[in-house]
Structure formats: structure tokens, C-alpha cells
């Protein structure tokens, strides 16, 4: 042990203190340049390109993260924690491989594309750190902004294109104020009960709910509004109001809404995907039309089991408005002795 070994000894112990990088031989190896992510439009003519991003920065990384119901959200921009999309977007031509850039903010990234049925536009929703805006842009590569549109892409998509290709279905975040602090102290005791517990499919539950400031996070940051933007005339109408929508679809007709919207009080036991649920039809007014089913909270589903009642509540995309599901024959439990498993359902 000599005087040189004591320095390089020390060089290493100071080291430990920050952040440290790999030789440069290895950095080069975790730097090469990856394949494009790719949204390809309908008709195969257009692709919208962008850099993937593979390596959070350490903000990030230190940044907070909530364990929602089954979820684990980043609270800065309302978005899933650790996912992300890409940067330097552009509109790639595949007949002859011509490339238009579009002109959105450096620090932004594209997290998704939505085409119009003709190839000829797409929405996007472009993720900063404490947002998610929607974009409009086309294939000669205009791009622009639509203001006071903030979105909310848990649970389902945030943008969703109308039969006419004209209208778009938003998931909008609108004056929801500071988000739920933590109190100094629970407001009571965390009672555990197993009495009468039996198998069920909730083993494989993670990131559930523990409090009620969990609860109030969860509301707070999975509601959104439901809103028609016309992206001809600019116009905005709000058909939903702030709900915890799990789902909203288009019949193919567009004159009809099918939401399935979640119900309070949330449970400690499930995901949000088990959570009680009311699936509805709407006009285009948010006024109830139908009311297909009140979906209780669904916490004693047999392993690999499904919900007992409606299921899978779809548009059949060949009719103008007729809904279809499923539903158990055999308790939702595989492994009792039934004819049949299921039944398909139809409503028009």
C-alpha cells in the first residue's frame, strides 16, 4: 500500500459524493442510435416520426410518484410515471422518403398521434413537464397548438376522432385547482379485516389505495371533462362534466356517446379497472339516454375470473348505434362446470 495507492484510494472515495458516468467507450454503446418510433397513418402513405426517449434525467428520477389505484402517476404532468414518448417529430413520405419536420417546442415530447380516417391530419398530444397539450397538425407539415386544452390520458385515450373526421372527443383537465396536500395526521385509525376472506383474483393487485389521502389524489387527478372541439370552427362544447371517466366512445353513426364513468367511495382492495361503475349512453348534449348497467365494486372475483353482469360494452362498428356485450353464465368462475361460458348481448 503505497502513497499512489492511497490517492486513487481517496479520488474514489470523493467520487462517491456525485454523480458518475460510465467510460466513454460504454456511453457511445448506451448512445447509439435507436430506430424511430413510427405512427403510421390509415392509409399507409404518411408516417409521423419521432426519437424515442430512453434515458430519464435524474429530475426525474428523484421526482415524485403516486401509486393510484393500480397506477403509478407522475403528479408534474398527470401522464404514467417513467413512460414517455419522443422528440424531433416529423412527417415521413413512404412513397419517396420525404422528410417534413413539425415545428413543436425543443423541450416537448409527442407521447401520441391520432390520424384522421383520410391520412391527411392527426391530432397529438405533446407532453411538457407539468402538461399535456393537444396539437393539430397535417402531412404538409403544419403544426399548431389548440389553446385552453389541457389533457388527461389515465385510464383511456385522451383524443379520439368524431365519424366525420371533423369533431374530436377530449379528455380535458379544466380549473381543478392545487392538488389535495397531505394532512399533518390521518383523520383515523387503518382497519384490516380478513374475516370470511376467500381466494380471489386481487393477489396479483399492486399500487393500490392505503388512505384517504389517497383517495383524494386519486380524484383529483384521474377526473376530467369530456369535450367536443371542432377543429374547422374552433369551437369547444363540454358535454361531460368533471367525472372519473374510465371510458367514453363515438358510436359509428356519432350521434351517440357510451361512457363508463367510475363511483365513489374507492376501494383499498382493487384497481381502478374493478372499481364500481356506471356505463351509460349519452346524446351529444351529455343529456342520459340509457343506462346499461350500475357495475358494483367488483372485489370478490374468483382467480382469473371476470365480473359477474355486463362486460366488454362495445359499439358494434357495422350498425349506426347498436351496443354489444358480455356476460358470465358461470358465476365469472373458470373453474365451475357450465355449458357455456358466456352470452353476447346486443342493444340498439
Known amino acids: 500500500y503505497n502513497q499512489e495507492t492511497k490517492a486513487q484510494d481517496n479520488k474514489m472515495e470523493d467520487a462517491t459524493d456525485t454523480w ?4 466513454e467507450d460504454i456511453l457511445k454503446i448506451l448512445h447509439a442510435p435507436q430506430l424511430p418510433r413510427t405512427s403510421v397513418s390509415p392509409t399507409k402513405t404518411h408516417m409521423v416520426l419521432t426519437d424515442p426517449i430512453i434515458y430519464p434525467n435524474l429530475s426525474e428520477l428523484a421526482g415524485p410518484m403516486l401509486k393510484l389505484a393500480g397506477t403509478r402517476v407522475n403528479p408534474k404532468n ?13 412527417v415521413l ?7 417534413v419536420p413539425l415545428n413543436i417546442p425543443k423541450e416537448a415530447e409527442v407521447l401520441s398521434t391520432s390520424w384522421t380516417a383520410d391520412g391527411q391530419r392527426f391530432a397529438l398530444s405533446v407532453g411538457f413537464e407539468d402538461r399535456i397539450e393537444l396539437w393539430m397538425g397535417d402531412i404538409k407539415g403544419n403544426v399548431e397548438k389548440v389553446p385552453d386544452m389541457i389533457l388527461n390520458p389515465l385510464m383511456d385515450s385522451a383524443v379520439k376522432w368524431f365519424p366525420d373526421q371533423e ?6 383537465i379544466n380549473n381543478r385547482g392545487a392538488a389535495p396536500q397531505k394532512p399533518s395526521m390521518p383523520n383515523g385509525p387503518k382497519i384490516l379485516e380478513d374475516a370470511g376472506a376467500s381466494a380471489r383474483s386481487t393477489y396479483e393487485a399492486r399500487n393500490l389505495l ?13 377526473q376530467s371533462e369530456l369535450v367536443i372541439y371542432n377543429t374547422k370552427t374552433k369551437e369547444k362544447k363540454v358535454v361531460g362534466p368533471a367525472a372519473s371517466y374510465m371510458w367514453a366512445g363515438i358510436s359509428p353513426d356519432g350521434n351517440y356517446l357510451l361512457v363508463e364513468r367510475l363511483k365513489q367511495p374507492w376501494s ?6 374493478r372499481f364500481a361503475n356506471d356505463a351509460e349512453v349519452w346524446d351529444l348534449n351529455g343529456e342520459l339516454l340509457k343506462t346499461i348497467v350500475n357495475q358494483p365494486l367488483a372485489n370478490q372475483v374468483p382467480i382469473q375470473g371476470v365480473i359477474t353482469g355486463p362486460r366488454s360494452i362495445s359499439w358494434q362498428p357495422t350498425a349506426p348505434h347498436t351496443l ?25
Do not use: C
Open 20 to 23: 458518475q458516468s460510465p467510460d
Open 78 to 90: 398527470n401522464y404514467y410515471h417513467g413512460r414517455h414518448g419522443g422528440t424531433s417529430p416529423r
Open 93 to 99: 413520405t413512404v412513397k419517396d422518403g420525404k422528410i
Open 167 to 172: 369533431k374530436i372527443l377530449v379528455r380535458r
Open 210 to 222: 392505503m388512505t384517504a389521502h389517497d383517495d383524494d389524489l386519486f380524484t383529483y387527478y384521474s
Open 268 to 273: 383499498h382492495e382493487v384497481a381502478w379497472w
Open 324 to 348: 354489444f356485450w358480455r356476460e358470465a353464465l358461470d358465476g365469472g368462475n373458470p373453474v365451475a362446470k357450465a355449458e357455456f361460458r358466456d352470452r353476447l348481448m346486443s342493444w340498439e
